[in-house]
């Protein structure tokens, strides 16, 4: 049963581009959460979904960043016009339920806004 | 508000001493509880988790955590560091609502090894 799965696992954007960043759960996991972890800091809650729904996105910054995931295929977290504050480790974590029983984080994603 | 707090930011202990990383949560309910290790450029790893019973937590690579409600607390400890312990450590609270949940994470702390 392969882990969580996350890519690209180092993204390079010029400011103003847009960043996708894909995050396939573990089989029979329907709980994805998103987690930004800034340089010297700790991680940080973004957004939490549930297949086809968005249950949670207090940590998303207002503008510019948005999360979907559909019925089929992975989580999508969207970075639209990237500044170089966004420069970051984005980790994807599932779980199989919401009492985070059997929860498991990915990689991450290390984008780098030049 | 829900929060957790490393008092510690960096910790260097020499290889085979004991290690203790504080971990302190503000929760008003009874809490679910993580340890996480992280590895440079790499993800997070589960140590721990209490979430109920016993309050002394057993973990893989012979961490373990004990849960003190009345102290507000989760320190993690290993009774024999090794070098490969190095990385840093993220404790971790559940906020755990109607549809769902998510974690709330401390600053983290760093763990060097002395030879």
């Known amino acids: 049963n392969a882990g969580v799965m996350q890519n690209p696992r180092h993204l390079v954007r010029r400011r103003g581009q847009e960043a996708r960043l894909r995050c396939s759960p573990m089989?029979?996991?329907?709980?994805v959460y998103w987690y930004r972890q800034l340089p010297e800091e700790g991680l940080k809650f973004m957004v939490y979904l549930q297949k086809e729904n968005i249950i949670d996105e207090s940590g998303m910054p207002k503008e510019r960043f948005s999360a979907e995931f559909p019925k089929e295929g992975p989580s999508i977290l969207r970075i639209q016009q990237v500044v170089r504050g966004d420069s970051a480790a984005y980790f994807c974590?599932?779980?199989?339920?919401?009492?985070?029983?059997?929860?498991?984080f990915g990689p991450g994603t290390r984008l780098t806004v030049l | 508000a829900q929060s957790v707090t490393q008092p510690d930011i960096h910790i260097t202990v020499s290889e085979g001493a004991s290690l203790e990383l504080r971990c302190n949560y503000s929760y008003g309910a009874t809490p679910y509880l993580f340890w996480y290790v992280q590895s440079p450029g790499q993800g997070l790893q589960l140590l721990l988790k209490y979430f109920s019973g016993d309050t002394l937590v057993q973990g893989i690579k012979g961490f373990e955590a004990e849960f003190k409600r009345s102290q507000s607390s989760f320190n993690l400890r290993k009774p024999s560091v090794h070098w490969s312990d190095a990385a840093e450590y993220f404790c971790a609270v559940a906020l755990i609502y109607n549809q769902g949940g998510k974690l709330i994470f401390g600053q983290g702390t760093e763990l060097s090894v002395k030879p």
């Open positions: 089989k029979g996991h329907s709980h």
């Open positions: 974590a599932s779980s199989r339920d919401r009492y985070f029983n059997e929860q498991f």
